[in-house]
């Protein structure tokens, strides 16, 4: 059974950053694409980035310039780089692949 462990997550002020971990057993990691998505207090869940089998990356507008999604497939490993982070960047961010998702990681930005 496939499982997603997210890590990375914590309290950073803004214009700080973090680096969000996805690692994933149970499936043939290098055929998937992942995404990362996050909600944010009172919102509803967004998707943030997703990367492809092959690499290619595609970013909501918001995080644009901001954020990276890339991928290790020798470590089945999916990684989010956020650098100049906003408080609303604030929000529970979850690891996503075609049949799972994480358990989510608290990422904290403060003014």
């Not at 690499?55 to 490993?77: C, E, L, M, P």
Request: aromatic content about 8%.
């Amino acid at each position: 059974q496939e499982q997603l462990v997210e890590s990375g997550g914590g309290l950073v002020q803004a214009g700080g950053s973090l680096r969000l971990s996805c690692v994933v057993s149970g499936s043939i990691f290098s055929s998937n694409a992942m995404a990362w998505h996050r909600q944010g207090p009172g919102k509803q869940r967004e998707l943030v980035a997703i990367i492809s089998s092959g690499g290619i990356a595609t970013y909501v507008d918001s995080v644009k310039g901001r954020f990276t999604i890339s991928r290790d497939n020798a470590k089945n490993t999916v990684y989010l780089q956020m650098n100049s982070l906003k408080p609303e960047d604030t929000g529970v961010y979850y690891c996503w692949s075609p049949r799972s998702w994480g358990q989510g990681t608290q990422v904290t930005v403060s003014s």
